[in-house]
């Protein structure tokens, strides 16, 4: 296996507080780090820095942990602009939304599907992203939802049924048969091409009664748990999510306080999607409440064709800080070490010793500049262990 050493790092984020100054972030001066093909094997000052089979010159510029994007619907076909520029005018218009993209989707070959996906792939990896969870949900049928996620499974291990994403339109006076149909041959169809499953649960998706089925059934099925749940309405979701310990509950715009009394206690992490609320000019969530009450938070790119068209980490981040108050490092450890706890993963989202060699350089002394150059290419390489 081939060695490396990263020389002349300005700044290192590990997120191991073991590492460096003691904070949550593991952060390190004028460091170096050594890699394998694999993993991280050493990490300390760039005075002490071992030799290795090959090395790198970082120039000074800032190291981070790859970002974890633990949301993305990338398996689709189409777009929507006209629907966006129409909302950003202040004009009513019915593109079609979702349908729309169900429509487009159903329509595309395999391979359509397939290079699509590569493209907005290649654009979150150019971006930082080392770690990505992929969902279906854009067709909505045993087969289609089926060869969405044979699709993602091409890209990443992190793969996600969303069958229960809207009730199709063939369903539309039969939304019964619909979540019937989810819980018995799509599911036995998609749960070995998934690990996780999700609902859309929220005002004009699916009820928390529906989202309860769907998951206990998939559960059984031997699939962990996620949930869209309150972007729209407030609802009982995140207790749903806390109850059958779901490992993130996702968009979480409208919470009562005791839905952070129940995340706060619990191992399920708020994932905050700002690309939703930037692209459709709606209220951020509150990640100040959540944070301040010690709930763990993750922030991914929600790239899809309606509402979050957005491939860059560091644009989510930008949104976080100016609009959601997060400060840099709480966004910076929600994009990596926060994703990677949203997919309960312990060897990625980090750079401590033995972590997966995944991470980001940057043509930055600072991770800061992720923020404080918003649609700058911040990103020089980024680097994805051979088993990422
Ligand atoms: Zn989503």
């Known amino acids: ?40 094997l050493w990490i300390g000052p760039n005075a002490n820095a071992p030799d290795a089979d090959e090395a790198f010159d970082a120039k000074n510029g800032a190291v981070i942990p790859g970002f974890v994007d633990s949301h993305t619907h990338l398996v689709f076909a189409g777009e929507r602009s006209d629907e966006f520029e129409a909302r950003m005018a202040g004009v009513h218009y019915d593109g079609g939304g979702i349908g729309r993209t169900v429509g487009a989707t159903r329509a595309a070959s395999r391979d359509e599907l397939r ?17 990505v969870e992929i969902k279906s949900g854009y067709e909505l049928t045993t087969e289609g939802e089926a060869r969405e996620l044979e699709i993602a499974q091409e890209f990443t291990d992190e793969v996600t049924w969303l069958g229960a994403h809207v009730v199709p339109p063939e369903f539309k006076n039969n939304r019964e048969g619909y979540v019937e149909l989810l819980c018995s041959t799509m599911l036995d169809s998609c749960a070995p091409l998934a690990k996780w499953a999700d609902v859309f649960c929220d005002r004009g998706a699916f009820s928390v009664e529906e989202a309860r089925e769907v998951l206990e059934r998939s559960r059984a099925e031997g699939l962990l748990l996620r949930l869209h749940a309150n972007q729209l309405a407030h609802s009982g979701a995140v207790a749903l999510a806390v109850e059958l310990d779901a490992a993130s509950v996702d968009h979480c715009t409208f919470l009562e306080d005791s839905d952070i009394d129940l995340l706060s206690a619990s191992a399920t992490v708020a994932t905050l999607l700002p690309g939703a609320e930037f692209s459709t000019r709606s209220e ?23 509402s979050s068209y957005v491939t860059s980490m560091a644009f989510v981040m930008a949104l976080a800080v100016r609009e959601m108050f997060m400060s840099i490092d709480e966004a910076l450890f929600a994009a990596t070490k926060g994703g990677a706890l949203a997919l309960r993963r312990n060897d990625v989202g980090h750079l401590g010793i033995g972590a997966r060699a995944d991470f980001a350089i940057l043509d930055a002394p600072r991770a800061a500049h992720l923020v404080y150059r918003p649609g700058g290419n911040v990103v020089r390489d980024a680097y994805r262990s051979s088993k990422s």
Do not use: H, W
Not at 17 to 37: F, K, N, T
Not at 286 to 300: E, H, I, N, P, W
């Open 1 to 40: 296996m081939t060695t490396r050493v990263v020389r002349n790092i300005g700044e290192l984020t590990t997120n191991d507080p073991a590492i460096g100054d003691e904070s949550s972030l593991g952060r390190l001066l004028d460091a170096a780090m050594v890699v394998d093909d694999e993993r991280v």
């Open 115 to 131: 290079q699509g996906t590569k493209k907005r792939i290649a654009e979150l990896f150019a971006g930082g992203v080392t770690t």
């Open 284 to 306: 951020y969530p509150s990640a100040r409440r959540l944070l301040d009450a010690g709930v763990t938070v993750a922030l991914a790119t929600d790239c899809n064709p309606g």
